[in-house]
């Protein structure tokens, strides 16, 4: 009885540690850059869209950034592009108006971080819904 007691807690611990693997190998890890925040927020049927951008000391620049924002049909209801920096700070935001109340947006970003010579490319997106009232 002892031991499939034993099996039964060292099989729970195999899956919980496995789990906890897998959701950490889901955050993405960027070796030139510090920080990526993309901002999504709404006012009335107005998005605004944000980027926070900030590459690693020694950073160079940032090049080659394209921010999108598409509906929930994959629709691109705004669209930026050649976003870039001279250093190792990019911080933009943009709006789009005339939205649908209630409709679920999100928003792209993508760019290059040089650094050292090297061009590390970095993404991330972000969900949102434009509220009803």
């Given at each position: 009885m002892k031991i499939?007691?034993?099996?039964?807690?060292?099989?729970?611990?195999a899956v919980m540690i496995g789990t906890a693997s897998i959701?950490?190998?889901?955050?993405?890890?960027y070796s030139d850059t510090d920080t990526l925040d993309i901002i999504l927020t709404f006012s009335g049927t107005t998005a605004y869209c944000t980027v926070n951008l900030t590459?690693?000391?020694?950073t160079d620049s940032i090049t080659d950034g394209h921010l999108t924002l598409k509906?929930?049909?994959g629709t691109v209801?705004?669209?930026w592009t050649d976003l870039k920096s001279s250093n190792?700070?990019?911080v933009v935001t943009k709006?789009?108006?005339?939205?649908?109340k209630g409709e679920t947006y999100t928003l792209y970003f993508s760019?290059?971080?040089?650094?050292?010579?090297n061009s590390e490319y970095v993404s991330d997106k972000k969900p949102g819904t434009c509220p009803k009232k």
């Amino acid at each position: 009885m002892k031991i499939k007691r034993l099996i039964s807690v060292l099989l729970s611990l195999a899956v919980m540690i496995g789990t906890a693997s897998i959701v950490t190998a889901a955050e993405p890890r960027y070796s030139d850059t510090d920080t990526l925040d993309i901002i999504l927020t709404f006012s009335g049927t107005t998005a605004y869209c944000t980027v926070n951008l900030t590459g690693a000391s020694n950073t160079d620049s940032i090049t080659d950034g394209h921010l999108t924002l598409k509906d929930s049909y994959g629709t691109v209801v705004g669209e930026w592009t050649d976003l870039k920096s001279s250093n190792s700070k990019l911080v933009v935001t943009k709006s789009v108006s005339g939205l649908t109340k209630g409709e679920t947006y999100t928003l792209y970003f993508s760019a290059y971080v040089n650094r050292n010579g090297n061009s590390e490319y970095v993404s991330d997106k972000k969900p949102g819904t434009c509220p009803k009232k």
